[in-house]
């Protein structure tokens, strides 16, 4: 799937060529160095690039090291530079996540590195909580009639199934207050709510609650957000959680609770529930002060469970994420199996990601459960191995994924 991705995304060295020839436009744009400046219009380019207002359906390019006369500047094309690009796709500002790649290309002998940004399949993007557009070879602000044009553009599109509206269900399901009151000021930038005039049935439909201003149907990505009752429409969108006194699903249950509500309430009511249960370890004898540790990474289970809730499938299946704790290790089971260029092959490793939900993981960064993007089982990891807990195990099938996590022998002797 990652060549099929760079395939994509990918552009010959003669289009690149034309490209370039034709100078700036609505599909390319010229950076000669690298400032603190350049990189903030860079990460606004490819949310523009991203949003693909005129309608090209082709990639944007931007070309770093190229002048606006479009000759070479001789900028040093260093891999700390080519990271630095890249990591723009998972800083967690541009919002869904972009399709990108970073590439470093030479022409006539000269070399420069080139940000190829696909079309998003979900618009609006946002940086930052902007609506980047390009017109031409300037870059501005979307005006209402921008975002109208790109929702409606969003419902002709293969969208992912988390922008799917849900016929059954009514604007009046979603928790509106919720939305006016937390969840928009913090998905837009507050000179664009201060200007903002909008109603709210479009501000929904901008954030893709509902599927369009003239078709307020809620979204699957609504119900699971601001839904009063989600699970009427999606009944797999819960956690059970189990705690169990042995190392067998047969042995005796000590806490039981299915974890349901929207996406924010799911996830708190599941930290609590997982914290209740990581018991703290004082150690008296291995220093001069007494050190207390948990029995497991609080931020590692936290990682690895909202990867669940986030990448899980939420079609045609009523299977909830399953975590269920023993003894000796915290199972959490992910329906679906892995995505887009995330295989059995590749699962885990640090730099592959891909986004069954886009629009979850956006709306996960919006409500703070999420930082960046790419990083979780690679932190989970990290975590684990400082505590001396054993390597994360990866069950990877078509569908589901289980994760398991054990607990250091140390601690299980103790």
């Known amino acids: ?14 289009e690149l060529t034309l490209l370039m020839s034709e100078g700036e436009s609505d599909r390319v744009e010229f950076k000669e160095s690298i400032t603190r400046d350049v990189l903030e219009a860079i990460r606004e380019a490819i949310c523009a690039f991203s949003n693909d207002l005129p309608d090209h359906r082709k990639p944007g390019v931007i070309f770093v090291g190229i002048r606006d006369d479009g000759a070479v500047s001789n900028l040093s094309i260093s891999d700390q530079l080519l990271r630095q690009l890249a990591d723009m796709k998972t800083d967690g500002n541009i919002v869904p996540p972009p399709s990108m790649i970073v590439e470093k290309r030479s022409l006539c002998g000269a070399a420069f590195a080139a940000v190829i940004v696909q079309p998003s399949y979900s618009p609006p993007v946002r940086y930052k909580g902007r609506v980047h557009v390009r017109v031409g070879p300037r870059r501005g602000i979307a005006t209402e009639q921008d975002e109208r044009i790109l929702n409606e553009k969003r419902q002709y599109l293969d969208i992912p199934f988390d922008v799917h509206p849900v016929p059954s269900a009514k604007v009046s399901d979603l928790n509106l207050p919720q939305f006016t009151n937390e969840y928009i000021e913090h998905a837009f930038a507050r000179e ?20 369009s201003s003239a078709s307020p149907t809620p979204t699957v990505l609504g119900l699971l957000v601001l839904g009063k009752n989600p699970q009427d429409f999606l009944p797999g969108a819960y956690v059970q959680f189990l705690r169990l006194h042995g190392d067998q699903l047969t042995d005796e249950i000590a806490d039981s609770q299915d974890i349901r509500g929207p996406v924010a309430d799911l996830l708190r009511r599941l930290d609590e529930k997982l914290d209740a249960h990581n018991r703290t370890i004082v150690d008296l004898t291995s220093g001069p002060v007494e050190r207390k540790t948990h029995l497991y990474p609080v ?95 990866f069950d990877v099938l078509d569908d589901h994924v289980l994760v398991t996590i054990r607990v250091a022998s140390n601690q299980w002797e103790a």
Do not use: C
């Open 1 to 14: 799937m990652t060549e099929l991705l760079e395939l994509l995304l990918n552009l010959s060295d003669k």
């Open 192 to 211: 664009i709510l201060e200007s903002n005039d909008r109603t709210i049935v479009e501000q929904l439909a901008v954030t893709k609650m509902i599927s």
């Open 299 to 393: 931020h590692a289970i936290r990682q690895i469970t909202r990867n669940a809730v986030m990448h899980r499938t939420y079609e045609s299946t009523n299977a909830p994420v399953r975590v269920h704790w023993f003894d000796d290790r915290i199972e959490i089971l992910s329906p679906g199996g892995p995505f887009g260029m995330v295989g059995a092959d590749n699962f885990g490793d640090s730099g592959i990601t891909d986004y069954r939900n886009p629009n979850l993981a956006e709306a996960m960064r919006t409500l703070g459960y999420v930082q960046r993007f790419g990083v979780g089982i690679p932190t989970a990891r990290r975590l684990l191995a400082e505590a001396g807990h054993p390597e994360l195990e």
